[in-house]
Nanobody, 121 residues
Framework: QVQLVESGGGLVQAGGSLRLSCAAS????????MGWYRQAPGKQRELVAA???????NYADSVKGRFTISRDHAKKTVYLQMNSLKPEDTGVYYC???????????????WGQGTQVTVSS
């Protein structure tokens, strides 16, 4: 019932910008932390940015100063604004969230399907 749907990926030249969105839907009671991960070809999935229920943020060193994570609690949506994109930012970006459903009293972890981000040089 609970699902995460990403949007906003695409192809962009180095130095450009993209804004990713991830909307949670279903039988949701509350959402705790949300975040963005990415996976480049031949590499492990890594945390890009995370935001807590209290809106505290954390970023990978490689994206600090360039990416901004934010959320709209009412819309159950998390965003990732990506500026000054580099070719090494290329990969599949996945939305992740800890969500308590209306029937469970504790959070479970959910993943989105992923959205491709390609940065050309």
């Amino acid at each position: 019932q609970v699902q995460l749907v990403e949007s906003g990926g695409g192809l962009v030249q180095a130095g450009g910008s993209l804004r990713l969105s991830c909307a949670a839907s279903g039988s949701i009671f509350s959402i705790n932390a949300m975040g963005w991960y990415r996976q480049a070809p031949g590499k492990q999935r890594e945390l890009v940015a995370a935001i807590t229920g209290g809106d505290s943020t954390n970023y990978a060193d490689s994206v600090k100063g360039r990416f901004t994570i934010s959320r709209d609690h009412a819309k159950k949506t998390v965003y990732l604004q990506m500026n000054s994109l580099k070719p090494e930012d290329t990969g599949v970006y996945y939305c992740n969230a800890d969500i308590s459903s209306t029937i469970r009293n504790y959070p479970l972890n959910y993943w989105g399907q992923g959205t491709q981000v390609t940065v050309s040089s």
